[in-house]
């Protein structure tokens, strides 16, 4: 088993539209759990954290669920700049290193 | 604000040939992380380190070397270079706390395009 899962994708879905990404971890002692994303070519850049109450960021919600170990990103009202690969990542047990999902893709289309 | 500044962005090497990635960072993080990037692969750490004069191997270390002499710097080397080595490069810091406690957001340099024919 991955040390952290996401379904590829792609997802293509209409502008306005809600999406819901899942992403699994392995490690239980992890502590620290983020959504990035990146963009074509691009370096991958910090979305947002995920807290154990959950959060939320304008159109953007995430949670996390511990006993399940699996982490969620909501977003609500796609625009088409969402177009973009989400990263799911998770902290290992020590916190000296991320592990890196392999990324789920969106296209968010007109 | 510089941030992460990688040098160089991109990079045409011959099987053989050796060369160094720069990664600078002025935000006196103390992690620096090495990954590379590959279709279908995801990111995969090649070496780390948590802190000046120290470093660690990642998942995919063999074929490169690192050094961190200042804090700001984090160096990746290929002394050899192999087509297997043709890929996206990116260096990333953290401020990384330490065991126990939470990491912090990691920033990413722009990547280095690097093939090896």
């Known amino acids: 088993r991955k040390e952290v899962e996401q379904d590829p994708g792609p997802f293509n879905v209409p502008e306005g539209a809600t999406v819901a990404f899942n992403c699994t971890y392995s490690?239980?002692?992890?502590?620290?759990f983020f959504w990035y994303r990146q963009d074509c070519r691009k370096e991958p850049k910090l979305l947002m954290s995920?807290?154990?109450?959950?959060n939320e960021d304008g159109r953007f919600t995430a949670q996390l669920n511990r006993a399940s170990q699996y982490i969620s990103l909501l977003i609500r009202d796609s625009k088409l700049s969402d177009s973009a690969t989400y990263l799911c990542?998770?902290?290992?047990?020590?916190?000296?290193?991320?592990?890196w999902g392999l990324g789920t893709s969106l296209a968010v289309n007109p | 604000n510089a941030g992460v500044t990688q040098t160089p962005k991109f990079r045409v090497l011959k099987t053989g040939q050796s060369m160094t990635l720069l990664c600078a960072q002025d935000?006196?993080?103390?992690?620096m992380y090495w990954y590379r990037q590959d279709p279908g692969m995801g990111l995969r750490l090649i070496h780390y380190?948590?802190?000046?004069?120290?470093?660690a191997k990642g998942e995919v270390p063999d074929g490169y070397n690192v050094s961190r002499l200042k804090k700001q710097n984090f160096l990746l080397g290929l002394e050899s270079a192999a087509p297997s080595q043709t890929s996206v490069y990116f260096c990333?810091?953290?401020?990384?706390?330490?065991?126990?406690?939470?990491?912090?957001?990691?920033?990413f340099g722009q990547g280095t395009r690097l093939t090896v024919v």
């Open positions: 490690n239980s002692a992890s502590q620290s």
């Open positions: 380190s948590v802190g000046e004069g120290t470093t």
């Open positions: 990542v998770v902290s290992n047990g020590n916190n000296r290193k991320l592990i």
């Open positions: 990333a810091s953290s401020y990384g706390l330490g065991t126990g406690m939470v990491n912090t957001e990691a920033f």
């Open positions: 995920v807290y154990s109450s959950g």
């Open positions: 935000m006196n993080h103390e992690y």
